[in-house]
């Protein structure tokens, strides 16, 4: 599993920090926002589900849930990719863990 797709590093990494605000954290002092650039998504899909019959039993849904969430996220970005959304731009999926 690559560094830049385990879920602590994007789960938890914070706000990106082209971000011109500030997003407090969590009260037990870990960072309750993270993101992952959508160009990534599928990757991390893939990684996670090339493990999931490999994890503990009770982490499998969680995984699952995951897994269709990046699935969910990369399929809606690809369809946007070439057209003229110049006043959207949905690059990076934000997770809360609050």
Same mark, same amino acid.
């Given at each position: 599993?690559?560094?830049? $797709?385990?879920?602590?590093?994007?789960? @938890?990494?914070?706000?990106?920090?082209?971000?011109? @605000?500030?997003?407090?954290? =969590? $009260?037990?002092?870990?960072? %309750?926002?993270?993101?992952? %650039? $959508?160009?990534? /998504? *599928? /990757?991390?899909?893939? /990684? #996670?589900? %090339?493990?999931?019959? *490999?994890?503990?039993?009770?982490?499998?849904? +969680?995984?699952?849930? $995951?897994?269709? *969430?990046?699935? @969910?996220?990369?399929?809606?970005? %690809? =369809?946007?990719?070439?057209? +003229?959304? =110049?006043? #959207?731009?949905?690059?990076?999926?934000? @997770? =809360?863990? +609050?």
């Amino acid at each position: 599993m690559p560094e830049e $797709l385990c879920t602590f590093g994007f789960l @938890f990494a914070g706000p990106p920090t082209e971000i011109p @605000f500030h997003i407090s954290g =969590s $009260l037990e002092g870990y960072p %309750a926002v993270g993101h992952l %650039a $959508l160009s990534r /998504a *599928k /990757a991390g899909a893939d /990684a #996670y589900r %090339a493990v999931i019959d *490999k994890i503990d039993q009770d982490f499998v849904d +969680d995984l699952t849930t $995951l897994v269709e *969430k990046l699935e @969910f996220e990369h399929e809606d970005w %690809a =369809s946007r990719q070439g057209r +003229d959304d =110049s006043w #959207y731009v949905p690059d990076t999926p934000f @997770f =809360s863990t +609050d």
